[in-house]
């Protein structure tokens, strides 16, 4: 089955700055790529995700990169801000397994005002 | 759109007894919802995909005769833990599936079980 590797498991940023979490995964019929953000006590928000077909997609603050040949994904936070302190989790899935998700390990970001 | 509500929010039990947990999709039909458990401060495991209408599919590891999964409409799936024991104490969250051709899941706020 599908295994995703996520790192780091945590990361301290300043206010400002730019924060980076890279995840990589084995089966390459992988085809959909999530990223969710999960505070304490609190259900997972997709933030965004991308598919196979596409290399890079934005939205404002947040960007996702996807390399299929080397089987990795990375979710760039650019202007970090204190509320984006959370755990953020990337997830792979395919369509052929009941578009089931196998999640990362997780990375516990800490923005610092 | 796209609203997943689960019920209750929190339960404590004794151990040995039985708890139920609902997982409703408020907006749309759910053809398929997934149960996870997440242990504090660990990532979500996959129990079970559900499937409206047939038997749920289990992973590797987790006991379907403990883990009791009824999918009987497309907006309602519930995950019965039987004789459960401290060990069973966790953060139960499922997500739902609006159709065949969508990958996005939707997530339900969680239930914290906590088992005396």
């Known amino acids: 089955g599908e295994n995703v590797e996520q790192h780091p498991s945590t990361l301290s940023v300043q206010e400002g700055d730019s924060a980076v979490i890279k995840c990589t995964y084995s089966?390459?019929?992988?085809?959909?790529f999530p990223w969710y953000k999960q505070e304490l006590g609190k259900r997972p928000q997709l933030i965004i995700d991308i598919r196979s077909n596409v290399g890079e997609k934005k939205d404002q603050r947040i960007a996702v990169t996807l390399n299929k040949t080397a089987k990795h994904f990375s979710l760039h936070i650019t202007e970090t801000q204190p509320e984006d302190s959370a755990v953020y989790f990337c997830?792979?899935?395919?369509?052929?397994?009941?578009?089931?998700?196998?999640f990362g390990g997780g990375t516990r970001v800490l923005v610092k005002p | 759109g796209a609203v997943v509500s689960q019920h209750p929010s929190w339960v404590i039990c004794k151990s040995g007894t039985s708890v139920k947990i609902e997982c409703r999709s408020l907006d749309f039909q759910a053809t398929t919802m997934f149960w996870y458990r997440q242990f504090p401060k660990q990532s979500l495991m996959l129990m079970a995909t559900?499937?409206?209408?047939?038997?749920?599919?289990?992973e590797q590891g987790v006991e379907k005769d403990k883990f009791l999964i009824n999918h009987a409409s497309l907006t309602l799936s519930t995950l019965t833990v039987t004789s459960a024991h401290p060990e069973d104490s966790s953060f139960y969250i499922c997500?739902?599936?609006?159709?065949?051709?969508?990958?996005?899941?939707?997530f339900g706020p969680g239930t914290r079980l906590t088992v005396l």
């Open positions: 997500s739902a599936r609006s159709g065949r051709a969508s990958n996005e899941q939707f």
């Open positions: 089966d390459s019929a992988s085809n959909y």
């Open positions: 559900s499937n409206e209408g047939s038997k749920a599919t289990y």
């Open positions: 997830a792979a899935s395919q369509g052929a397994a009941g578009n089931k998700l196998t």
